[in-house]
């Protein structure tokens, strides 16, 4: 039997792996203290060139502080001239330095390797596979950073998030007070239109009776005048109602024109026509200069009608007695039709020339008091004229200077010379339709001042109180005209015209206390004709009675 002697068999591996360990950036230390020992050295370094700085750095994973920079730089930068180079370098550690030995590779990486006595041939197999070495640590550098970028990416989307969560809460809180600035806003149209509907509704029956009391013709003077009286103060009050009225449509944007083709100079002589009382009450000169041609115009009459009604009475109201007024209109080359009232009364100072366009303002410091006002009609007067495409300009010297105010129109036709005026005659009393007319409306003494005017104007009249009698009316007997009050005990106006015009074909007013644009649309919605806001116009109840008949 032979003997078989026993041998120890000492694996080594081959040079690639234990250098490719060097590749895993976990278990680098180690992996470099094997390939320095396999190649007789203590440790090794490995220096990459850095593409972005353009110098060579100790590679990651590697001790990057190394002591006497300045040393180890050159001792590098030989290493790339030279083949192999041993010196003794700074080191960290308890000895402070280290017999080194560099070698640099094709591609200019260094391999350093620490201690010992380094075989030179495995060295120069190592620096062999240094240029794969730098492409893995390279590649490694690259991920680094694009972990980096990634993360500061990520942290600059959580932040974008954070920011559109925190702009959403803004834009919701903003959604929320936006809503609650509307909700407001409706409640205070509400609350505006239930006013002006209580403290318009007592004041009809006032003004109907004072009015058909003036007409009795044995009044003594003092009773006639008491009644004259009581009738200026009561229009004065549905005046300021109307202003308020007016006031909410203008900031609330609703102003709602009716447009219709007109001659300004034809507004301006109505307007005239109405000062007149006025001007002979405080003995104030007018003077006229209307504009030979016709100053063609789209507006809405009744509005343009209020905004030189509104000047010539503040003209009036600040000129005191014995002053003068002159109101002229002309027809500008460029376009626009004026209307220019000049007078000489209490003037304007001119840090005041436009704040006296704002809402609630008054000009000189004692208007208020001297000349009542609220200082809302100059404010309705500008929206009107600007709403049309106009406008609205304010002059004055200085105080006691007198004012001129011009409202400014835009023309629809070019200004032809020797175009004539148009002559604008009132129109001529006419007795009109005489109609069978039914009122229903429950308030006792409005339906009996009614019953008594459409009397007294030829008219036959029926007045019921309820929607049920309405129509038990319309049933049994024939009626012309419906005039309606649109808040019923038992149903709403509207209910009632709408079945009204669908079984009997009948035309219909109505009568309110609310006269918001919404109330209107609401009524004619219903099938009215027209829509009345109370008090009423016993004039303009007459002569919107006699359009639906006509019309009808
Ligand atoms: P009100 O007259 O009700 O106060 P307005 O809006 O019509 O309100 O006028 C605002 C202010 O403009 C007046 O208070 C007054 O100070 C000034 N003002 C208007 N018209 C004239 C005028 N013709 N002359 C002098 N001041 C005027």
């Known amino acids: 039997m032979y003997f078989q002697p026993k041998a120890t068999i000492v694996y080594q591996p081959p040079l690639l792996s234990l ?51 300045r040393q180890w730089h050159d001792f590098v930068g030989e290493c790339q001239i030279g083949h192999t180079i041993n010196r003794q370098l700074s080191f960290p550690g308890p000895a402070g330095e280290a017999q080194v030995t560099g070698i640099a590779g094709e591609d200019g990486s260094v391999l350093v390797l620490l201690g010992g006595t380094p075989n030179v041939e495995i060295v120069l197999d190592i620096a062999l596979l240094l240029p794969l070495l730098a492409a893995a640590f390279e590649g490694e550098r690259r991920a680094i950073i694009a972990k980096g970028s990634a993360r500061i990416a990520k942290q600059a989307a959580d932040q974008a998030k954070l920011l559109a969560t925190s702009l959403e809460t803004a834009r919701s809180a903003l959604r929320t007070a936006l809503s609650d600035a509307e909700e407001a806003n409706r409640a205070k149209d509400r609350f505006l239109a239930a006013l002006s509907h209580e403290l318009r509704t007592p004041l009809t029956p006032v003004l109907i ?37 007016d006031l909410s449509r203008v900031i609330s944007g609703k102003l709602r024109l009716r447009r219709e083709t007109l001659d300004l100079n034809r507004l301006a002589a109505q307007a005239l026509e109405i000062c007149a009382p006025y001007l002979l009450e405080k003995k104030i000169r007018l003077e006229t200069d209307l504009s030979p041609t016709a100053l063609t115009i789209v507006v809405d009459a009744t509005r343009v009608q209020q905004v030189l009604w509104n000047l010539l009475k503040n003209a009036v109201k600040f000129t005191p007695e014995n002053g003068s007024l002159s109101v002229k209109t002309t027809a500008g080359m460029d376009g626009i039709a004026r209307f220019i009232v000049r007078d000489s009364g209490v003037g ?106 459409l009397h007294r104007a030829g008219h036959g009249v029926k ?45 219909g007013i109505a009568m309110s206390g609310f006269g918001m644009d919404d109330d209107i649309r609401r009524s004619l919605e219903a099938g009215f004709a027209e829509h009345l806001t109370k008090p009423l116009d016993i004039q303009h109840l007459k002569q919107v009675i006699q359009r639906v008949l006509t019309a009808g």
């Open 19 to 69: 250098v490719s360990a060097l590749t895993n950036p976990d278990h680098r230390q180690e992996a470099a203290r094997i390939v320095a020992r396999h190649a007789g050295a203590e440790n090794l370094l490995i220096f990459v060139r850095d593409l972005e700085l353009g110098t060579l750095l100790p590679a990651p994973g590697f001790i990057q502080t190394l002591p006497n920079a």
């Open 463 to 507: 007045t019921v109180a309820s929607v049920t009698e309405a129509l038990e009316s319309l049933k049994t007997e024939r009626f012309d005209l419906l005039l309606s009050d649109v808040g019923l005990p038992d149903a709403s106006g509207y209910e009632l015209m709408r079945s009204a015009s669908k079984l009997y074909g009948i035309a």
């Open 209 to 245: 009776a004072v009015t058909a009391m003036e007409r009795e013709s044995e009044l003594s003077e003092l009773t006639r005048h008491d009644l004259e009286m009581i009738r200026r103060n009561v229009e004065l009050e549905v005046n300021l109602i109307d202003d308020l009225l």
């Open 348 to 453: 304007i100072e001119p840090e005041a020339l436009t704040r006296i366009f704002g809402v609630f303002e008054q000009g000189n410091v004692n208007t208020p008091r001297e000349f009542g006002g609220l200082g809302l009609g100059l404010a309705i007067s500008k929206a009107i004229t600007n709403a049309h495409g106009g406008g609205l300009l304010a002059e004055s010297p200085g105080l006691g200077k007198g004012a001129t105010f011009t409202v400014e129109l835009p023309l629809t036709t070019p200004v032809e010379s020797g175009q004539r005026l148009q002559p604008s005659p009132i129109a001529p009393a006419n007795p009109g339709h005489l109609a069978r007319i039914l009122v229903a409306e429950d308030h006792r003494d409005t339906a009996q001042l009614l019953m008594r005017i």
